[in-house]
């Protein structure tokens, strides 16, 4: 197999790079040679598009990339969204008794062109300090709206879960993207599924992309993937589905990835 042949699609947060420190010298060296080579890299991110554009300045993007865990794809090379699916147009009722339940929690959502903050933002910023949120009240919510995601204590995580699973009902999709993150999704979509179209985009067979991710929005994609891959630091469910087991997100995960691409599979 060519390195033309090889699809790259990685999580950002926890896997490409921590958001704090950047991405490493040593990973943007190795996705800059491998796409030189002719190999394909792309994301697979929660976040949407202008905030991913901002962590990802230098990077080389080859393919279309996933966004909202699969809310959306991105063509980088004619600035367009492609394929998006919105939350219900009432939806918001059900967060409003989520919020009602638990006041303590934060609430935020995302949209073409902004993420959007419905609550104080008190428990948000011990995550996300330096973030900029655009307030927002419950009579302002726009139609179209990708996803809700709550941000929760990770010890009252299995509570509020169980909450939210039970009031949205067949109405979304609930994932939890991190310790603290639980999100309201539109029913159906995935990471995954957009692996699929995304290897469809670009004429790539699903058995010679590599997806790597460490957590549980990610394991559908590691699983589609022709080779799954997950950090040291992902959760162990997403390891146990993994070929290949990297190093820890900040000890260059994604350079070991290509590295064994290039040492196993590419010729």
């Known amino acids: 197999m060519n390195y033309s042949d090889f ?34 890299f792309t994301v697979a991110t929660g976040r949407e598009i202008n905030v991913t554009k901002e962590l990802l300045e230098g990077v080389p993007i080859t393919a279309p990339s996933i966004h909202i865990n699969g809310g959306y794809i991105y063509d980088w090379e004619r600035q367009e969204i492609l394929e998006p699916h919105y939350m219900p147009r009432d939806f918001s009722e059900k967060v ?46 726009p139609e179209l709206v990708y996803k809700y995601i709550m941000t929760c204590p990770p010890e009252e995580m299995p509570e509020i879960r169980a909450f939210a699973e039970e009031i949205v009902g067949n109405e979304a999709d609930v994932l939890q993207s991190s310790p603290f993150f639980l999100e309201l999704l539109p029913v159906g979509i995935s990471k995954g599924k957009a692996l699929r179209r995304v290897c469809e985009l670009t004429g790539r067979s699903i058995r010679n992309c590599a997806a790597v991710g460490d957590y549980e929005n990610d394991l559908e994609m590691i699983r589609t993937a022709g ?30 990835l290509i590295n064994i691409l290039e040492e196993r599979y590419i010729r």
């Open 7 to 40: 699809l790259i699609v990685t999580d950002v947060d926890g896997t490409l790079m921590r958001a704090e420190l950047g991405i490493s010298e040593k990973n943007l060296a190795a996705i800059r040679a491998f796409t030189e080579k002719g190999g394909g």
């Open 96 to 141: 409003r008794l989520l919020l009602d339940r638990y006041p303590g929690i934060d609430c935020h959502f995302a949209t073409h062109r902004a993420v959007n903050l419905l609550t104080s933002g008190d428990m948000i910023r011990r995550y996300l300090p330096d973030r900029e949120f655009y307030s927002c009240g419950f009579g302002d919510i």
């Open 227 to 256: 080779i799954g891959a997950a950090p040291e630091n992902a959760i162990p469910a997403v390891k146990e589905a993994a070929d290949y087991l990297l190093a820890p997100c900040e000890k260059d995960a994604i350079a070991e």
